[in-house]
């Protein structure tokens, strides 16, 4: 199942998806977070200076903000994918499961008939009381 088929098909649905998934995938980027971190380091005199925010509060409210951001949405990213490429995997392996089962029980219903027929045989045998 894909995200489309989850999100309702109205028409402003729709664009507002396209625009997150585009915004997504635009600040989800490493090149992105450089950005972001030249910015940062851009305002970093200005909290420096006496009377400015500070280095703990230009750290906490500027840099981390803006330049984590990007980099969890990379790592998201790669999860996802790795995720993906693993449900994949698990999904052939089921699919070759399944068409082998018919092949793995043939043995096992000869065995069957085989047992069967031997426990007849020998129920035939005992005598009736």
Do not use: H
């Amino acid at each position: 199942m894909k995200t489309a088929d989850v999100i309702p098909r109205t028409a402003s649905t729709r664009f507002n998806s396209w625009l997150a998934v585009k915004i997504t995938a635009g600040v989800g980027t490493m090149w992105c977070a450089c950005a972001f971190a030249a910015i940062a380091f851009i305002g970093l005199p200005v909290a420096l200076k006496p009377g400015g925010e500070g280095i703990i509060a230009w750290i906490a409210q500027t840099f981390l903000q803006l330049v984590l951001l990007s980099i969890i949405i990379v790592g998201q990213n790669i999860a996802a994918a790795s995720s993906d490429t693993r449900s994949e995997n698990t999904f052939k392996d089921a699919e070759a499961i399944l068409s082998e089962a018919p092949e793995i029980q043939k043995p096992l219903q000869s065995q069957d008939e085989e047992l069967i027929a031997a426990l007849k045989d020998a129920l035939s045998k005992v005598p009736a009381q």
